[in-house]
């Protein structure tokens, strides 16, 4: 397929279709589609028809194919064209051939190569695409046209052919689809991924999830390690119109791939795997799938490959002290593996690690990660003592780039100490300290706490805040007091269990209470905060532990004694231990009347207990019992008569035993008996309100005569004050039969007096009874206590109240009355569902005809009970009725409706009225009783005077009606009597009729009003006549008169009201100065400077700039303190205002940027109304263009300052230095003009600079410049400064100059700044504070160490040095040290190696400035570390070779200086064997430099060769034979001096002597390999193998007189001399291989004889006898099968000769029968048994030990061969396969199975010829034998 290139074709616009219609084709003039069109189309065939008559040779486009599928399109033409000539960018496509609607010209398309010469063939490229994408075209026959006209096609004579027919084509699709030809790229380091394919791919089309990424190319899915399914990803723009997909992998994608560390690390573990719907192409087609297999395997593996080498960055942390957690948030996967914790800190400041924790103790979780989170361990404790750490604004992370590293090894991104990372999420450790479990000992009374944490035990006490629970919520609580075992402690003592010694009182409790402390149910321990507190000063929070060891209480208590109260049927019996009071069984209890033989007893039947369990228990007898005991005589009188007995099931303790049995014959006689003189007891009563039934139960039965019932009170508090109701009597009485509840019914007047008090009887808590101590009598004529008590039962009243009358309506005071059947709740009245009508049933739609109230006042009243309630009209209510014409303004018109909501009755639960609706229902209820008219005259309670809307309204106490208005009879006037302005307002008129304020325009009255001052209410007064107007009923009451001498005041009148502000204002900088105008007059004394700025937004959205004028003063135009009344003021601004605004280019420049804030209350005007805050823009910007002038300047000569006063604001941006000159008079004759400095103020009136160095230093070398106040002047250029405007300054010219205000002189001594030791040159160059003196420094009064104080190593400098040179300036100074103390310095180790070991030190007066007097330099006892060392870079040179002994290998060599021993790096070293164009080179390989060799420091350098070095070198026959081809040469890695530097280049040297080798060599041993037949013989040095005598060499099978053979025939494999001598033993081998030794170590030695061989310096080797023959050192038998190397097939001779990779048994183990021919490699294949007899190449019988073999193919098998053409007929379908075991070779090894193909093939070329035949006649078959087959 060809490959498309190129961009996409634009689809053409509809629009652009008419112009392409007719593209390469001359215009008709008429539009398409036209009439004209026959006209065309006729003039088109005329054209058509002169080109194809025009010659016999013109060419025509015959058809055309258009090829989607490869891309191409075909044109074909009748005649041979020049097809290498054509232009396939001018052919289109069209989808018509008339009105050409769409036309796609192929722009992008190339020409392609044909070997046709009547065919054109285009590369479509991109416009395939284009095709593909546009619908309506190229997609059948109807739609595909070719236009041809103008491409480049030229007939046979050379001619051009302009004008082709457009051609239908059908075409054909593209039905291929796309695969992936190569894996081009995968940058790990920037996540892309290139993949090509063979067609361009639609990238919209891109299923991103359906492309794996894996291990290899058959990858085990089921471990998820090993391959990453891609999610989200993009594909870049170079993916368009491409057949390249450049996909940009998602962050999460890449680090996941990332964290699959076999995944991706290399390109050969990183092969794309995707299915089908990976991605399509542009014709819809998917691709095809590259599935997880051996498949694609070339298009998958990758090409390129790029490894990951960006460092990995913390991006955020979080710490988290609540669950001991630090999490590192990174940017993608780090090996947790290579965490290096002390390399992280946590510090207290961004900026500052002052503060800060290293962290060492913190154990990871994860291993690969992107958010590795480490438990912090026992740092946690070290961050939570810190100081810091609180919060997230104190807690920063700086780590090294040693921290961590990626899982590509990249070290992590530095986070600096100095810009240190916030924490992103910070949670503190506010765990507080709890208690995991308890162990309550109930028989040791101890209490155990284990603690979650370490606590403060002293916390502990008081234990105030600890409880025991019974459950959750509490019913029983105890709390806990004792002692902590161990007391006291330290104020520090921690513990994490503590134990209470329970006090006695908390025992008492636990025992005592049954619902608590019997077992781990019912034992819970509760903790308030507060309780105890950790080391943190965390307090514990409120808990309970459930979680309890429990230890019970097993001794049986007694009883030790009792009481008996008859009179409160008491028993009080105390125990030896607590009693479980809900225990008791009263029938195990008996009363007898004898300890030992008892004949009156009572067993007790029920009772209860009236207390907690406890040592005492109080038993109350039951009724029964106790009553039965009252009446029997001898019994239970006194102690003498009272015992008691016991059955052991009577009491448990609280941990369930038993009591201890009391017999009847041993009964406890009791300590007391109280004696009965208890009077009955009223315990309940009922009371019923809707029956009116009193009912009353008593303790004991009572006598029901005589009662006295008027001693009976019903109240609501059994205290005074309260209400109650004396009873008078009852209807009737009932008595239940014990005589103990009796029953009144109440007559109705008490049931009436109880229900009108609003809180008695409505509850039971406020139903009290109480009665006198004679009013009821029990049996045993007792009189009842005199008490209260409040009832247990209320039955409330239930019954709904209703209207019984509607007595009164009385308009003229505004009061109505209504009464009820029974006593209301007047309180209850909700006056919004009571509504007035004008008849029982009214239309309700006109709002006239009712009204609702919506308040009104209930009156008093004092009646009772409550069945009449009058209220009083609100006047709003009232007004409102009075404003409804016909409404209530007769009994017959004013009807009540009453909603159920409008009132209650007084029960219990309030029961609301029976609803009175808008029906004819209840009229007699509802008919109105009394009426009472309106009588009173309306008042005019006050006005208003607003002049503003020339009004005048007056507000009346009721309606009044406009339509009895008379002006003319209200005056206005200036006072409350005796006017002197008065104004009538007759002919004022009013809209309104029925209302209660009137507004009347008062028209030009208010003119009039305006004019005679009436503007406040201090002036405003009205007065009336009654005929002034009357309210609105029938009677028209007139209002009540105001006479002239009593006026009403006005309430308000409504003048001016606009506040002051300002109109405009000029901002004048030259004068410093605003002008602003204000809307009217003010009071400019009294404004306010403080309020007001100037910024330059008209806002304060951002951060506008804002000035202050606070302290401004306001003048007039003569800069006088202007007064009030002006409507202009100028602004005089301060100094600080000025500053701001000259120096701020943001404001003050342009009206734009210039705006003037007022606050509130800045200013106010005449009439003191004060302004309000506005922001008003400039209107004019005056702009400053006066010069500023310097008024004065001071100078410090030790500081090199200069500061300049100056009238104006200048700016410290646009300084020109040189503009400023420096010199000794008004007129100078001493200068130095400044060439720069540093600014050390910003904009303002004073201007501070920093003079330079270079500067200050020339003004102190002259002696006659600024050395005091006389001598120092200074002159400037204009141009030296700018305003705030730019304008220049005013200069000071020379012959003006300016004398210094303030002069300071240079009282600081010099001092040595820094220094160089420079160990190249030998030299010191000293760099000064300031000028020296005429005088070099004294080099002897210096010294150098290696210490800045307690040095080891020092050298004293030398004077006089070599030389000294200064700079002009004489700060600077080089001083070239003596050869003896620069050899010194270098020669010592310790001392300047680097700065930090170069010191100096110096005397007092080393050096001195050029003040007068001059200062001395101070001595410096600290030593002064170097500015910079230059370190000896001298190369030393390799100058001399003295010795080089061949026996030793010892050679010396010496250089120019002394060198490094631990620097030699032998392998740099070669030995060559001339000086120039050497033959032979040797470089070291292993030899060392060894001090005990003598290789030390120094110019001599003695060492010793390594054995290989010795011999390498020995090897080489030319090389070191004499010392005139010995030279040795190095590189510059061989040896460096004292400092590093390297040796010299090539610097070749001849050997000055030579020590010959004549050492013999030896043999030390040898390895036999029968499997390869090779023999190995190693010796100590290299041996000459041309001197090799195999026959010197014998293999023995023992050191004695065993067999053995003699090397013949083996050859060495190298000539070149070497340590190990490699022998061939060919047929050798095969001797050895049939012995009956050598075969393994035990049988197999070698003897030697010094004829074998010599060395390189031919000394022979050293002889090895048989009865010291080496044993081999290893051995390696034939252990290689036998296989057909070869074979060739002759079909002429019909012979298969076959040839082996060594020899076998021929002869013995050859299997003709295993061996077949077959015509291809699979054994699948048509195979073919070998069948015939075996010869030499001879001809002869074959033998074992052959390598060659003929087989002699049986004619059987030749004619099957022949007869078969699909098997032997070329070398191609020639194959011969050998199956295992078809023979073996001479060790009886079988052979190994193979095919292989024929190496010679020769057919049969001989014709076959008839050689016999036989004719059966019986048969009729005739058989014709050939010497071939046919």
């Keep these: 397929m060809h490959r498309r290139e190129g961009t996409r074709a634009t689809q053409l616009d509809p629009s652009d279709l008419t112009n392409s219609k007719m593209m390469g084709r001359p215009s008709s003039g008429f539009p398409p589609n036209s009439s004209n069109r026959s006209l065309i189309m006729f003039v088109f065939t005329l054209l058509l028809f002169g080109i194809l008559t025009s010659g016999c040779n013109a060419v025509s486009l015959i058809g055309s194919t258009l090829d989607l599928n490869t891309g191409q399109l075909t044109l074909s033409f009748d005649i041979i064209i020049n097809n290498t000539a054509g232009d396939c960018s001018a052919i289109q496509i069209a989808s018509d051939d008339t009105n050409l609607i769409l036309v796609i010209p192929l722009t992008n398309s190339n020409l392609s190569p044909s070997s046709v010469n009547t065919e054109l063939v285009c590369d479509l490229g991109a416009d395939k695409i284009t095709l593909l994408e546009t619908p309506g075209i190229a997609t059948v026959r109807n739609n595909t046209f070719v236009i041809a006209d103008n491409s480049g096609i030229v007939d046979p004579s050379g001619t051009p052919v302009d004008r082709f027919p457009i051609l239908s084509t059908t075409p054909e699709p593209d039905i291929t689809r796309p695969s992936l030809s190569r894996s081009v790229l995968f940058d790990v380091d920037n996540g892309i991924l290139v993949l090509s394919f063979d067609d361009y791919i639609n990238p919209s089309t891109l299923n991103f999830t359906e492309l794996i990424l894996q291990f290899d190319f058959d ?136 503060n800060s924790v290293t962290l060492s103790s913190t154990t990871p979780v994860d291993t690969y990660t992107i958010e590795l989170t480490l438990n912090l361990n026992s740092d946690k404790q070290l961050i939570k003592d810190s100081l810091f750490f609180n919060s997230e604004n104190d807690t920063f992370l700086s780590l090294t780039s040693e921290a961590i590293n990626d899982v590509m090894g990249n070290l992590v991104s530095p986070i600096l100490s100095d810009n240190a990372l916030q924490v992103r999420n910070y949670t503190k450790d506010e765990t507080p300290p709890f208690i995991i479990s308890f162990e309550l000992d109930l028989d040791a009374n101890s209490l155990t706490f284990l603690f979650s944490e370490l606590i403060l ?144 007893e009572r067993q007790l039947t029920d009772g209860n207990s009236t207390s907690l369990s406890n040592l005492i228990l109080t038993l109350v007898l039951s009724f029964d019992d106790l009553t039965y005991l009252k009446g029997v005589v001898g019994l239970a009188e006194t102690t003498a008569n009272t015992y008691i007995s ?102 109705i007047g008490d049931t009436n007096d109880i229900k009108e008090i609003r809180n008695l009887a409505t509850v039971s808590t406020n139903t009290i009874i109480d009665f006198l101590n004679d009013t009821f009598l029990d049996t045993a004529n007792n009189g009842i206590i005199e008490s209260q008590l409040q009832s247990d039962q209320l039955i409330p009243d239930t019954t709904t109240p209703r209207l019984q009358n509607f007595v009164l309506f009385d308009l003229d005071s505004g009061m109505f009355t209504l009464s009820f059947n029974e006593p209301v709740i007047e309180s209850s009245i909700d006056f919004t569902a009571f509504s007035f009508q004008n008849d029982f049933s009214t239309n309700r739609s006109n709002p006239n005809n009712f009204y609702t109230l919506t308040m009104a006042v209930i009156l008093p009243t004092t009646s009772t009970p409550t069945l009449e309630v009058t209220s009083q009209f609100s006047n709003s209510d009232l007004n409102q009725i009075k404003l409804r014409d016909g409404l209530c303004e007769e009994n017959t018109n004013c009807v009540p409706t009453i909603e159920a909501a409008f009132i209650t009755d007084r029960a219990t639960t309030p029961n609301f009225i029976h609803a009175v609706t808008n029906t004819r229902d209840y009229l007699a209820q509802r008919l109105l009783q009394t009426y009472i008219e309106d009588t009173t005259s309306p008042t005019l309670l006050n006005f208003t005077l607003d002049l503003i809307s020339d009004q005048l309204l007056l507000t009346f106490d009721e309606p009044v009606n406009g339509l009895l208005l008379d002006s003319s009879l209200i005056t206005i006037q200036d006072r409350v009597s005796n006017s002197s302005a008065t104004v009538t307002i007759g002919g004022a008129t009013t809209a309104d009729i029925r209302a209660i304020i009137i507004s009347i325009e008062l028209g030009d009255v208010a003119r009039i009003l305006r004019a005679l001052g009436f ?245 102190k070398l002259n002696d006659f410049l600024a050395t005091d106040r006389s001598n120092t002047y200074v002159t400037m250029s204009a141009d030296a400064l700018n305003d705030a405007s730019g304008t220049d300054v005013i200069a000071i010219t020379d012959s003006n100059a300016l004398q210094v205000m303030n002069y300071s002189g240079d ?149 120019n200086e002394p060198v490094d021993a631990g620097t030699v790096s032998l392998p740099s070293l070669s030995f060559l064997n001339a000086m120039t164009n050497p033959t032979q080179v040797y470089t070291l390989q292993n030899s060392v430099c060894n001090s005990f060799d003598g290789c030390i420091n ?63 060599p030896s043999l030390l041993e040898f390895i036999l390999d029968l499997n390869t037949a090779v023999l190995l013989l190693f010796f100590n040095e290299p041996i000459d193998v041309s001197s090799l005598d195999v026959s010197g060499i014998s293999i023995h099978e023992n050191r004695t007189s065993g067999l053995n053979i003699t090397l013949s025939a083996s050859t060495p494999t190298s000539l070149s001399p070497s340590l190990i001598l490699q022998l061939d033993l060919n047929e050798d081998g095969n001797s050895l291989k049939t012995a009956s030794f050598a075969t393994s170590v035990s049988d197999t030695f070698l003897s030697i004889q010094e004829i074998t061989i010599n060395d390189v310096s031919n000394n022979p080797v050293i002889s090895i006898p048989v009865s010291a023959a080496l044993q081999a050192s290893a051995f390696t038998a034939d252990t290689t099968p036998p296989r057909l190397q070869s074979f ?53 019988p074959v033998l074992d030990g052959l390598q060659e073999i003929v087989i002699n193919l049986a004619i059987s098998l030749i004619s099957e061969i022949k007869a078969n053409q699909a098997i032997a007929t070329s070398p191609s379908n020639t194959y011969l396969r050998v199956n295992e075991s078809s023979f073996t070779d001479m060790v009886d090894l079988p052979n190994e199975f193979s095919i292989d193909r024929v190496t010679g093939f020769i057919s049969d070329s001989t014709p076959a010829e008839l050689s016999a035949f036989s004719l059966d006649m019986n048969t009729g078959v005739l058989s014709l034998i050939f010497s071939d087959a046919i």
């Design 1498 to 1560: 120094g110019v001599h350098l003695n060492f010793t060769l390594s054995t290989d070095d010795l011999n390498g070198i020995k090897r080489l026959e030319n090389l070191c034979t004499s010392p005139f081809n010995c030279y040795a040469n190095n590189t510059p890695s061989f040896v460096q001096d004292l400092f590093g530097t390297s040796v010299t280049d090539t610097f070749t040297n001849r050997a000055q002597t030579l020590i010959p080798d004549t050492t013999r």
């Design 457 to 600: 035990v002293n916390s502990l006490i008081p234990l105030t805040n600890t409880f025991l629970l019974d459950s959750i919520p509490g019913n029983v609580n105890i709390t806990l007091g004792g002692t902590i075992q161990g007391s006291p402690f330290t104020p520090l003592s921690e513990v994490i269990s503590a134990i209470l010694l329970l006090d006695d009182e908390s025992i008492s409790r636990i025992e005592r209470d049954d619902m608590i402390g019997n077992d781990t149910s019912n034992t819970l321990l509760q903790v308030f905060n507060g309780a105890f507190q950790d080391r943190n000063d965390l307090y514990n929070l409120d808990g309970t532990v459930g979680n309890i060891t429990f230890i019970y209480d097993v001794t049986p208590p007694s009883l030790l004694a009792f009481t008996l109260d008859m009179d409160s049927g008491e028993l009080l019996m105390t125990f030896d231990d607590v009693i479980n009071s809900s225990s008791v069984v009263f029938s195990s209890i008996i009363i007898q009347n004898d300890g030992v033989d008892p004949v009156l």
């Design 1688 to 1740: 060739d097939l002759d079909l002429n001779t019909n012979q298969l000769i076959m040839t082996l990779n060594e020899p076998i048994r021929a002869n013995s183990t050859f299997q003709i029968d295993q061996i077949f021919l077959q015509n291809n490699a699979s054994t699948l294949s048509l195979s073919l048994p070998l069948m015939g007899f075996l010869t030499t190449t001879s001809g002869t």
């Design 219 to 354: 990858t085990d899915y089921s471990n998820p390690q090993l391959f990453y399914r891609l999610g989200e990803a993009t594909c870049t723009s170079q993916c368009e119109n491409s057949d390249t997909l450049y996909i940009n992998l998602t962050l999460a994608d890449l680090n996941q791939i990332k964290l699959r560390l076999q995944l991706c690390t290399s390109k050969t573990d990183c092969v794309p795997t995707f299915s089908s719907f990976f991605v399509k192409d542009y014709a819809n087609n998917t691709v095809t799938s590259a599935g997880n297999g051996q498949t694609n395997v070339a298009e998958r593996l990758l090409f390129d490959f790029v490894s990951d080498t960006t460092p990995p960055d913390l991006d955020a942390f979080d710490i988290d002290l609540e669950r001991d957690v630090l999490t590192l948030v990174f940017n993608e996967p780090v090996n947790v593996d290579t965490l290096e914790l002390k390399f992280i800190s946590l510090q207290g400041s961004r900026t500052d690690s002052t």
């Design 1307 to 1455: 009282v600081t001594a010099p001092a040595l700044l820094t220094y160089v030791l420079d160990l190249n040159v030998g030299s010191f160059i000293m760099t000064f504070s300031e000028p020296l003196s005429d005088t070099d420094p004294d080099i002897g009064a210096f010294t150098l160490q290696n210490l800045d104080v307690g040095a080891t190593d020092t050298v004293a400098l030398t004077a006089p040095p070599k030389s000294v040179s200064s700079t002009d300036n004489r700060t600077i100074f080089e001083i070239f040290i003596i050869d003896a103390d620069l050899n010194r310095i270098k020669l010592n180790l310790n001392l300047s190696t680097s700065v930090n070991n170069t010191f100096i030190v110096f005397d007092s007066g080393a050096v001195s400035d050029r003040s007068i007097p001059s200062n001395e330099i101070n001595a410096l006892t600290v030593g002064l570390i170097a500015l910079n060392l230059i370190i000896d870079r001298t190369p030393p040179n390799f100058i001399q070779f003295p010795s080089f002994d061949l026996n030793s290998g010892t050679i010396v060599f010496s250089f």
């Design 646 to 747: 016991l059955f052991s099931d009577a009491f448990l303790d609280t941990t369930g035993s038993q009591v201890l049995e009391i017999s009847t014959r041993n009964a406890l006689v009791a300590q007391s008996v109280i004696p009965d003189t208890t009077p009955p007891i009223l315990q309940s009563f009922m009371l019923d309100m809707d029956s009116d039934n009193l009912s009353l139960t008593f303790d004991e039965p009572v006598k029901v005569d005589p009662i006295i019932f008027s001693q009976i009170t019903i109240a609501n508090s059994s205290i005074s004050p309260r209400d109650e109701v004396v009873l008078s009597g009852t209807d009737a009485i009932s008595i239940n039969g014990t005589q103990r509840v009796i029953t009144y019914n109440l007559n």
């Design 1015 to 1259: 503007n406040t209410p201090n002036n405003t007064f009205l007065s009336l006549l009654p005929g002034a107007i009357a309210d609105v009923s029938i009677l028209s009451n007139p209002v009540i008169a105001i006479p002239d001498d009593n006026a009403i005041q006005a309430t308000a009148v409504f003048t001016d009201v606009i506040t002051p502000n300002i109109t405009s204002f000029v901002l004048d900088l030259d004068s410093n100065q605003l002008l602003i105008t204000f809307s009217e007059a003010i009071r400019a004394s009294e404004a306010q400077s403080s309020q007001f700025f100037l910024q330059n937004t008209s806002d304060l959205v951002g951060s506008p700039v804002i000035i202050p004028l606070s302290g401004s003063s306001f003048v007039d135009e003569n800069n006088n303190p202007i007064g009030d009344g002006v409507d202009t003021v100028r602004v005089n601004l301060v100094q600080d205002a000025i500053e701001l605004l000259k120096i701020n280019s943001n404001i003050g420049t342009q009206p734009s940027n210039t705006y003037l804030r007022i606050d509130d209350n800045a200013f106010i005007d005449i009439t003191e109304l004060p302004n309000t805050s506005a922001v008003t823009r400039a209107s004019q910007v005056v702009l400053d263009d006066t010069p500023s002038q310097m008024v004065s300047f001071n100078l410090d000569m030790d500081l090199g300052r200069l500061d300049f006063t100056f009238n104006d604001v200048v700016s410290s941006e646009s300084v020109s230095f040189s503009s400023f000159t420096i010199q000794d008079g008004v007129t100078g004759t001493q200068m130095v003009q400044l060439t720069g400095g540093s600014v050390l103020s910003t904009s303002g009136f004073v201007f501070s600079l920093s003079i330079t160095d270079a500067d200050l230093t020339r003004i």
